[in-house]
């Protein structure tokens, strides 16, 4: 592209410069009857190369003028700024998780296949979802006590995989629901960040999702949730099934089948909302799919992250920079043409001499 194309206009005038030095007859000074003898001598080589000095005139002008024109070579490039959230994914795997009360594409499913389902859409996109592709995300599992799966990291298809390899516990001195230990390591893994990853986090922010009450680990949960506040740390709650009882599918002693049974089940939800509201966080209820899908959302949209994306273009000026075709180095254009009238001025005042 050129800057200044109208100073191509100038290249009209180049067939009439060509006129004037090539096609301008010269005035004999003395006449002759004939000049055969004079046609019938061959040129040397000199005579043969007087027009150079002309036709580099003519290359120079050419190249000054499309100089003139400043043509540029255009380089886009693309600045990302972006301040991130370093998300902390806690998710309950103990034995209620096996309760029936979900469902996804029309079909029974149990409660931590709903999660795998939804938060997968949450971290790496889809339906409503847009991801966390700018965001550290983690994930940590519980049950009868908590698990650090993977770190806050960029990898989400990394993440994605692991969750959707989490499986409910079977063994029974496995069980149990450790909330305030999940709650403690959370806290420990988005402590643990470099100081590079954390020069880039705007906040972080941890979603707990559970379907019971704490009964097991070390800690209380609201003393992990202020140990969290203390450290900056926004907990969201996700209390997960309903209330009351649930069909739980159960191997039949007798029989050794399996078997849906309805179970009783309860969520902590006080304690949930305590964990939420000494962090600044939020409590959330999800009874099926699509409660639990609105609630993802809206923690999408509570905890946006800032990504701002410039443009610029770096422009070559092939006028007066270097440039490459193909292989090939081509010289600045002004530079070629007063290369082409330095090498005119030094033959026509040497060897291409012209004697009036």
């Known amino acids: 592209m050129f800057y200044s194309p109208w100073f191509l206009l ?29 046609r019938s001598i061959a040129p040397t080589f000199r005579q043969r190369m007087l027009w150079l000095p002309k036709a580099l005139t003519i290359g120079a002008l050419l190249f000054l003028i499309v100089g003139l024109a400043r043509p540029r070579e255009g380089r886009e490039q693309t600045v990302v700024d972006s301040e991130g959230i370093a998300i902390e994914m806690v998710v309950d795997r103990s034995g209620s998780m096996r309760a029936m009360d979900f469902k996804v594409d029309g079909e029974h499913v149990d409660r931590l296949t709903a999660i795998k389902n939804v938060a997968g859409k949450f971290v790496a996109g889809g339906d409503q979802l847009d991801g966390r592709y700018a965001d550290l995300i983690g994930l940590i599992t519980f049950a009868g006590y908590a698990d650090g799966i993977t770190p806050p ?7 994605v995989g692991n969750l959707n390899n989490t499986q409910i516990v079977t063994e029974r001195n496995e069980d149990g629901t450790a909330i305030g230990d999940a709650i403690a390591l959370a806290v420990e893994k988005l402590n643990a960040l470099d100081e590079h990853q954390a020069k880039k986090i705007k906040s972080k922010v941890m979603i707990l999702l559970t379907d019971g009450e704490n009964t097991a680990g070390d800690l209380d949960p609201v003393a992990a949730a202020e140990v969290a506040q203390t450290m900056g740390i926004k907990v969201y709650t996700i209390g997960v099934g309903t209330k009351g009882k649930a069909p739980i599918p159960v191997r039949d002693p007798y029989t050794g089948q399996q078997v849906v049974r309805w179970m009783s089940v309860n969520i902590d939800e006080e304690t949930l909302k305590a964990v939420a509201e000494t962090t600044g966080g939020k409590y959330f209820r999800a009874t099926n799919t699509d409660s639990l899908a609105r609630i993802y959302e809206e923690i999408d949209r509570l905890e946006k992250t800032k990504v701002q994306a410039d443009h610029y273009v770096d422009y070559r000026e092939l006028a007066v920079q270097s440039f490459r075709i193909g292989s090939f180095t081509v010289p600045p254009l002004l530079l070629i043409a007063f290369v082409l009238l330095a090498a005119r001025v030094v033959l026509q005042h040497t060897w291409l001499r012209e004697f009036a």
């Open 10 to 38: 100038l290249l009209l005038l180049l067939p009439v410069v060509g006129w004037w030095l090539f096609g301008r007859g010269r005035k004999s000074a003395i006449r002759f009857s004939s000049v055969g003898v004079a």
């Open 153 to 159: 990291t960029l990898d989400h298809t990394f993440v």
